[in-house]
């Protein structure tokens, strides 16, 4: 089966590609589409993207591999990225790291065996201000303690066995 994107995300690239002065500007946000169709970036979905933006396989994986931000691999339900940088450093990620290690059972890289959380150390969040800082799915969550953490895992807990969440 080839891999290709739906109505919808075509729509979305047509009118991403649109905005640009050339197609290789709107590599990113593509790229971004191409993850949320299909829930991360495999290197089928890569060579797709790059046939749709006429643009170099290599330009297309060189890009993908240098953002942290777009995922090369499975991700559980709640992508769970902690700012390791030196502003959260000093200001506790260290513990966030920890009070998540412990409380998920996993380590950094991996994701738990119900696929709800995969752990991430990231090296910024530009959140430097307001550090320690980490990011789940797309929501940020600034000045964090490890008691945070604690509730905040306990809530998307909650809201997956509820049927909310992301």
């Known amino acids: ?23 290789q500007g709107a590599l990113i946000p593509v790229l971004y589409v191409a993850q949320r169709e299909f829930g991360y970036l495999t290197s089928e979905a890569l060579a797709l993207v790059a046939r749709r933006l006429d643009l170099p396989e ?6 993908a591999t240098f953002y942290t931000m777009l995922r090369k691999r499975p991700v559980g339900r709640y992508h769970l990225q902690i700012c390791h940088n030196v502003a959260c450093y000093l200001r506790g990620s260290d ?40 990011q789940v799915n797309e929501d940020y969550h600034e000045d964090m303690t490890p008691e945070q953490l604690e509730r905040l895992i306990d809530e998307l807990r909650a809201a997956s066995r509820s049927g909310g969440g992301a």
Do not use: N
């Open 1 to 23: 089966m080839t891999l290709a994107f739906s109505p919808a995300a075509e729509q979305r690239i047509d009118d991403l590609v649109k905005r640009y002065p050339d197609r």
């Open 95 to 134: 513990e966030l790291v920890a009070v998540a290690k412990k409380k998920l059972g996993i380590g950094m890289g991996e994701t738990t065996p119900d696929k709800l959380f995969t752990l991430e150390g990231v090296e910024c969040l530009a959140a430097c201000g307001t550090a320690p800082a980490l």
């Open 58 to 63: 290599t330009k297309v994986l060189t890009t």
